[in-house]
């Protein structure tokens, strides 16, 4: 579709910017401040969790099957937790580890123990040289930091509609040994929200990697995070690992953080038998057990899967309205310009916009200029670089209603204004 401002005559767009920019003077008046940074749940689901805070009192009692809640002890996790981690994973509770409450956590303590201790026997990866890791972008840049922390190289590769370039990933970790990682968010990715086709998890599961130490971090963040009524479907990975006879390649994650209280919740890692005794072993040098009056909590609130599923209902009548109202907004204000595209998401917490090349540092400013606080241009791609400076995420559940609504308008002014303003430079430049 033709870009509509590159269209005009040049009068015309000179008009058309001068009306965007008497609006951009009305809506900076106004003095806004408004957030649409970073995925949280809003006051009012963290408030479906409250209940939680009311299951364990001075009465209760602190078994859990044979194990003792107020001790040390259990360094896996309570049985009851584990039970709970592995239905949500639609895995074995052998396989699972509960522990802490943050999923990012347990990752950067497996990417440190590769990097320190290393992988399966294999050499460390601090003593290893040169370490690539694979980050299929856009992605989370939460992931992109922990790599790029300890000094292993960040490569991109291009997320697709249906999961990452596996010709890309394969020709990547088939031929380059130096390759012992990939951050995947497979279901409801953040932040395009895709979820990745069955043929994609069955490539991964195909995998036969150069560096014996190389692992999938199969990040299920919004497993359960549906909010459409239409729950996409994801293979399960360890299903199409054992179908395809590999052995140690993935470690999956999980957490409550998005169905009980973020920061507050519980997090599990799963991976198959031996890697799962090794992140025990590992685990075991830094905690003595994990906090089991949390997860005994969680366990005996949201019960089983079908508790989790019939909470995750009360939280997607709470979001569903706000991407509604993305697509709302953006729709009737950006549609039909051929300046912009978007996903539409069927869950998870975020919504992937792309705007003119070049164009995602200035609207982003634009809109920080007008009151409205984006994730930083770039932060979607590993160190921060959108090759084509296009893509902006927009994260709008924390917003009330009434402010989501302000800030998507600002939103949109600022990609028309900067839109227009580039068809305009560029036309001076051609000149
Ligand atoms: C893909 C993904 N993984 C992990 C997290 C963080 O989870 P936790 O709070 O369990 O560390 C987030 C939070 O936004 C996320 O988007």
Redesign the pocket.
């Known amino acids: 579709m033709p870009n509509a401002f590159e269209s005009l005559s040049t009068p015309e767009l000179e008009e058309a910017v001068a009306g965007l920019e008497a609006k951009a003077r009305e809506l900076r008046a106004q003095g806004l401040s408004l957030d649409m940074a970073r995925?949280k749940p809003n006051p009012e689901q963290t408030a479906l969790a409250r209940p939680m805070l009311d299951v364990l009192t001075s009465q209760s009692d602190l078994t859990d099957g044979a194990a003792i809640v107020d001790n040390y002890g259990t360094p896996e996790g309570l049985p009851s937790a584990r039970r709970l981690a592995a239905e949500i994973l639609g895995v074995s509770e052998d396989n699972v580890i509960v522990s802490g409450s943050?999923?990012?956590?347990l990752m950067h303590d497996l990417v440190t123990h590769a990097f320190t201790n290393g992988v399966g026997g294999c050499e460390p990866l601090c003593r290893q040289g040169r370490v690539k890791w694979l980050c299929p972008a856009p992605g989370?840049d939460r992931h992109f930091a922990v790599t790029a922390h300890l000094g292993m190289e960040n490569v991109a590769v291009p997320l697709r509609d249906d999961g990452p370039d596996m010709d890309l990933v394969q020709e990547l970790v088939e031929g380059d040994a130096s390759v012992k990682g990939i951050w995947c968010?497979p279901k409801y990715s953040?932040p395009t929200g895709i979820t990745y086709s069955d043929e994609v998890v069955r490539r991964f599961a195909s995998l036969r990697p150069a560096a014996p130490d190389f692992r999938i971090y199969w990040?299920n963040?919004y497993v359960v995070h549906g909010f459409s009524g239409v729950d996409d479907e994801l293979l399960n990975i360890f299903d199409a690992l054992e179908e395809s006879g590999a052995r140690r390649l993935a470690y999956e994650f999980g957490?409550t953080?998005k169905v009980t209280f973020?920061?507050s919740?519980m997090?599990f890692v799963a991976a198959d038998e031996q890697d799962i005794a090794e992140v025990r072993e590992a685990f075991a040098v830094e905690r003595v057990s994990p906090e089991k009056l949390s997860q005994l909590a969680h366990a005996r609130f949201l019960k089983d899967l079908s508790g989790v599923r019939s909470h995750m209902e009360r939280h997607a009548a709470i979001v569903a309205p706000r991407f509604a109202l993305v697509e709302e907004k953006l729709a009737g204000g950006l549609a039909g310009l051929g300046i912009a595209s978007w996903t539409r998401p069927h869950g998870g917490?975020f919504v992937s916009f792309d705007g003119p090349e070049g164009s995602a540092r200035r609207i982003v400013s634009l809109a920080a200029e007008l009151g409205v606080k984006l994730t930083p241009a770039g932060a979607t791609w590993p160190y921060g670089k959108d090759p084509r400076d296009s893509n902006i995420r927009i994260a709008p559940t924390y917003p009330s209603l009434e402010d989501l609504s302000c800030a998507l308008d600002v939103f949109v002014l600022a990609v028309k204004l900067v839109s227009a303003r580039m068809a305009l430079e560029g036309r001076g430049a051609q000149a």
């Open positions: 995925g943050s999923s990012l956590n989370y968010v953040n990040d963040a957490s953080a973020p920061s919740g997090a917490y």
